[in-house]
């Protein structure tokens, strides 16, 4: 995996005192000013990024293996998507699509249109956040079938929004307090092979048979799926499971949706994790890595489907706006001209070989994961979920200066979400750290 060339240096640096005075200062104020439902992960105030790298106020730099939750996968400050957000925003800012439209808008959709699954007829809505882009998925997908019912697997995670925080699973923190939530949304199992121990065709056959027996084809608008569970846990459904699933929703006239959020824009090593196995979704829920960081997320879908809606019933105030709309552009050409798809299976082949010698510790249940979305399960003795594990692991790991997050309903996993423009030298340190504070912490 060959070194971009990178505006900070690649090294992790970490001052005698963390959090250092002036984010220290900066977290007392945080905690005077904002709800204390907002918690940073990471103990420095970030004022730069390149690479794998995070620099805070007190010039101490990070190893990010967060990348802003899949956010900026082709950098914290890609060259080429920093250029081009410059250049749109000397021309103007913001018009809102539906009142003066702008080519950037056309162009970002016309991309996309190409490049998800699928050689069929397609069309593409803009929108500013991946709830957003679910919410309208559903929206659409209701709006084209006639039906209601909208089914979503146990461990999902879709949102934070009304509607999106009753399709995900994950009662604390994203739900607790907040409801009552829109109706009509049923959740059925999902393909877990670690837990079930089910092929991919038998974990369909579960979901489907609770699909019928408990909503009904006739009842359901759509399936909205993960192709590789986020939040949940990284978990990765056996093979044969989503073809399974697509057949069924083909057959009976359910809208087949795939959130591809935190997976794709490759993510995985492919644009979209679906690809893996083939699978071509009616409806496609793009955002996080499409656009570096700036605000933009998508549905991609059906051409037939998508023009279901009536004039104007589509849209808002800030989708597709055109300063973000150019650094998609920008984003989605440097995945192709320095070829981050391989970047990313690189990366996986890297993980495997550093964490290969804890795998074989009874308290790690798997490394799971595809290209540069990978995540490690933690079991007691036992085998049951081991989360005080994980939280010690996670702590340890951060105060040697390099930010993880950890997921899973029983949050027992920590998940790995390098930028694709890490250089492979900071990857090794990293997971090497991982592996040192792994055999102290046990």
């Known amino acids: 995996m060959s070194d971009l060339n990178y505006r900070i240096e690649q090294t992790r640096h970490l001052g005698q005192q963390i959090p250092g005075p002036v984010s220290a200062a900066l977290d007392e104020r945080r905690a005077n000013a904002l709800p204390a439902g907002m918690i940073p992960a990471l103990p420095g105030y970030v004022v730069d990024g390149d690479g794998g ?44 699509f539906t009142i003066s439209p702008y080519e950037s808008y056309v162009e970002v959709a016309e991309r996309l249109n190409e490049l998800t699954p699928g050689d069929h007829a397609k069309k593409t809505a803009l929108f500013n956040s991946g709830a957003e882009a679910v919410e309208n998925a559903v929206k659409i997908a209701r709006n084209y079938t006639g039906k209601r019912a909208v089914v979503v697997m146990d461990r999902a995670f879709h949102g934070r929004t009304n509607l999106t925080m009753g ?20 959740r059925a199992p999902m393909s877990y092979p670690l837990r079930d121990g089910l092929r991919g065709e038998e974990a369909a056959e579960r979901t489907i048979t609770m699909i019928e027996q408990e909503v009904g084809a006739a009842n359901l608008a759509c399936v909205v799926v993960e192709p590789i569970q986020g939040e949940g846990g990284f978990v990765v459904p056996a093979e044969g499971y989503l073809p399974a699933l697509q057949k069924w929703c083909n057959d009976n006239d359910v809208v087949f949706i795939v959130d591809e959020i935190q997976a794709g824009m490759m993510r995985t090593g492919t644009w979209f994790a679906s690809e893996h196995e083939g699978v071509v979704p009616d409806m496609v829920t793009i955002a996080k890595g499409v656009a570096s960081g700036m605000p933009l997320s998508a549905v991609t879908g059906r051409a037939e489907i998508m023009d279901a809606p009536q004039p104007g019933g589509l849209g808002g105030t800030y989708t597709g706006n055109p300063v973000a709309c150019a650094a998609a552009l920008a984003t989605l050409k440097e995945f192709e001209e320095k070829d981050f798809g391989a970047r990313a299976l690189r990366i996986e082949e890297i993980a495997r070989e550093e964490l290969a010698e804890i795998l074989e510790d009874e308290r790690v249940a798997e ?26 692991l996670a702590a340890a790991v951060k105060d040697e200066g390099i930010l993880i997050l950890t997921c899973g309903l029983d949050h027992n996993v920590i998940r790995f979400l390098p930028s694709l423009a890490i250089p492979e030298a900071l990857w090794r340190e990293a997971l090497q750290v991982v592996v040192e504070q792994f055999r102290r912490v046990k």
């Open 167 to 186: 399709m995900t699973a994950k009662q604390s923190p994203y739900k607790s307090g907040f409801g009552p939530f829109a109706p009509e949304i049923y």
């Open 367 to 392: 490394l799971r994961g595809r290209g540069a979305m990978l995540a490690l399960e933690f079991v007691t003795p036992e085998g049951e979920p081991d989360a005080e594990l994980v939280h010690q």
């Open 53 to 96: 790298i995070l620099v805070d106020a007190d010039g101490n730099r990070f190893i990010d293996l967060a990348s802003g939750i899949a956010v900026t996968s082709a950098g914290a400050s890609n060259p080429a998507v920093v250029k081009a957000v410059q250049d749109a925003v000397a021309h103007f800012t913001h018009t809102s």
